[in-house]
């Protein structure tokens, strides 16, 4: 049966990455050029406290995936170990808009997973301002949550948490921030989160909150991140996801 909704997402992605005054940065699950190094603690911050004990990137996976070749990422460790990676696709102060659509796959483990998070970022050294559209699946509540990137707060949006292990589901986030904004969000530049769309359904999410200040000495750079979060557990665990068609793009 053919998926019209799918095909009408499909032609948005299209059209949103052939327009003359953006790029489009397609299948960036399908090798490691732009990732950056795992971030993990001890010597990266990528939240929670755990350490891990053992983290693996690998691509060319040809099962599971949708295209032929996934993705995966997987962290093992105690309560509350989080893992981050980070794709950059460009360093364009000027961009303005940015899209992020994927198929990603929990495996059967995904029950101990306390979030999966999904960011869009905006480095700016030009003008010394951090984008980071932060959005999460917080298993824990049930709910998808974005980021208060000034005041470090993560907020529930009315739109149910759902990434059901071992099939695809479809992602993607479109947000935002107004050319010449500099203080309109608790004196911060203001990060619109607009749209969510989750196996085909579309959310009209239409807020707003503040973004921070970069840190110093930090580059510009536009790009993406995956992180997972290994929630409340009495021993050691595995937490493993697979991505495939991942897409990148900004206006």
Excluded at 146 to 154: C, E, K
């Amino acid at each position: 049966m053919i998926n019209k909704a799918l095909i009408v997402l499909s032609l948005l992605t299209a059209a949103f990455a052939t327009q003359q005054s953006g790029t489009a940065f397609l299948d960036v699950d399908d090798s490691l050029v732009g990732w950056k190094p795992v971030c993990i603690l001890p010597t990266c911050n990528p939240g929670g406290s755990g350490i891990p004990t053992a983290t693996a990137q690998t691509v060319d996976n040809a099962t599971p995936s949708r295209d032929g070749s996934s993705m995966k990422v997987s962290v093992s460790g105690p309560s509350y170990t989080n893992a981050l990676w980070t794709h950059i696709a460009e360093r364009n102060d000027a961009r303005h808009a940015f899209s992020l659509s994927a198929w990603v796959s929990p495996t059967q483990s995904a029950s101990v997973a306390g979030q999966f998070e999904y960011d869009l970022f905006q480095f700016s050294s030009s003008t010394h301002v951090e984008y980071m559209w932060g959005t999460q699946c917080d298993q824990a509540s049930g709910s998808w949550q974005v980021f208060d990137q000034l005041n470090g707060h993560w907020e529930n949006i009315p739109v149910p948490c759902s990434l059901p292990a071992n099939q695809w589901n479809y992602i993607r986030w479109d947000v935002h921030r107004v050319v010449g904004d500099t203080n309109s969000c608790s004196g911060m530049p203001c990060m619109h989160y607009d749209r969510l769309t989750v196996n085909n359904v579309v959310y009209a999410v239409n807020v707003a909150y503040p973004a921070g200040h970069l840190p110093n000495g930090w580059s510009s750079a536009n790009g993406f991140q995956v992180q997972i979060d290994i929630g409340a557990t009495n021993q050691d665990v595995t937490v493993d996801e697979f991505l495939d068609e991942a897409n990148f793009s900004t206006l």
